[in-house]
């Protein structure tokens, strides 16, 4: 089948309302078809102040606001008819999901009625997030929850080896492929870096700034952020620590981490500047299947420190381009930091290393790879 003949329905159930990772690649994605002339609609709720302009057609399906204090994220109520209608004039010969909740199954349930082939992509890492909520006796229910549901799909696309790793240890019987992630080589790039706009946050041109780059969430490893920041102080370790992102934990984490510096919410080649005007990246979630933000450093010369966990054990090179660090060992993160704010020249060293390690990361080369996975589901 050639790509004119796809007509895929991509589910999301945040594809522009509140910016994040994964609904970047998917609007990358989403791009990326049309230009190869597939046809692409997607549903996913909507607001009517939405973070970014859609890329494609965007069906709005009715949510209900997230509880448990996350009502920047909505949840949808499953397909009702006027979008099961709309899904219907559509024809699609690909059902595309990406999360596990009500629409996403709801969507495979549609799909397989029809005899229409199924694709998950696999985002986010949600059954960990139990744990930073005081809820960690769930995880394992939602592990099975998450089998259960990506064993519905022809075929199940994960960002990193990993992953595949992950799923089959979980018992995941359906057929994993790999849809990577890119990078943007014009915005994240080590000339980016600005040390006017450090000056203009009060970190002198001779400070070690250790960086954070996400929405600030709980599930991003803020607590175990916060206890290396004081271990550090504890220390004596010369640093500054610089907040790139906004997020509903934004207050707590200031509480928790007194002396970081926040920058707010950086985007286009502002944000390219944030991230090389940094010197270390730490990255200590356990949530991500990939970790741009970890690809970004890397590509912008920054020497990364990140938890032993999926994505990032695919992405750092020990000793290289960085320090993987088992997921909440204080210590051991303190540590890497340490030595390499010890040491301009290991630091510098790094820097090129991932650098050069990141430059192999094109969203074209990722994005070709949805589109051959689909194709030889409709026998193309």
Not at 57 to 80: S, W
Not at 208 to 214: C, E, H, K, N, T
Not at 242 to 248: A, Y
Not at 324 to 349: C, K, M, Q, S
């Amino acid at each position: 089948m050639q790509a004119t003949d796809l007509r895929v329905a991509l589910f999301s159930g945040n594809y522009n309302y509140t910016r994040d990772g994964a609904n970047q690649s998917l609007n990358l994605l989403v791009g990326y078809l049309l230009a190869a002339g597939v046809a692409v609609r997607v549903y996913s709720p909507t607001l009517p102040k939405p973070a970014f302009a859609p890329t494609g057609d965007l069906v709005d399906v009715p949510a209900i606001p997230m509880p448990f204090g996350r009502a920047e994220y909505r949840i949808a109520r499953g397909l009702p008819r006027r979008v099961a209608q709309d899904l219907e004039a559509f024809v699609p010969n690909i059902v595309h999901v990406s999360a596990p909740e009500l629409l996403g199954h709801a969507a495979v349930r549609w799909a397989k009625r029809r005899g229409i082939a199924t694709v998950a992509s696999f985002h986010t890492r949600f059954e960990t997030y139990p744990r930073y909520y005081g809820l960690g006796a769930l995880e394992p229910l939602f592990v099975r929850l998450m089998t259960r549901f990506y064993d519905k799909f022809d075929r199940v696309l994960v960002p990193s080896p990993s992953m595949i790793d992950l799923l089959h240890q979980w018992g995941v019987a359906a057929p994993i492929g790999i849809w990577s992630r890119g990078i943007d080589h014009d915005r994240f790039r080590p000339d980016r870096r600005s040390l006017a706009w450090r000056r203009s946050l009060g970190i002198a041109d001779g400070d070690v700034a250790v960086g954070f780059l996400g929405r600030l969430v709980k599930e991003k490893g803020l607590d175990v952020f916060a206890d290396v920041i004081a271990a550090l102080r504890q220390r004596g370790v010369p640093h500054k620590v610089l907040v790139v992102g906004k997020g509903p934990a934004k207050d707590w984490f200031a509480e928790q981490a007194p002396e970081a510096i926040f920058a707010g919410f950086q985007s286009g080649d502002d944000l390219g500047r944030a991230v090389a005007s940094m010197d270390v990246f730490f990255n200590p979630s356990v949530t991500e299947t990939f970790g741009n933000v970890t690809t970004e450093a890397m590509a912008a010369g920054v020497p990364v420190v990140a938890a032993r966990a999926t994505g990032a054990v695919d992405l750092v090179v020990p000793g290289e381009t960085g320090y993987l660090v088992e997921p909440r060992d204080i210590a051991g993160y303190a540590d890497a930091i340490t030595a390499i704010v010890a040491d301009p020249a290991r630091r510098a060293a790094m820097g090129r290393a991932g650098h050069a390690r990141a430059a192999a990361y094109r969203w074209d080369t990722a994005n070709q790879a949805v589109l051959d996975t689909y194709r030889a589901l409709t026998g193309g």
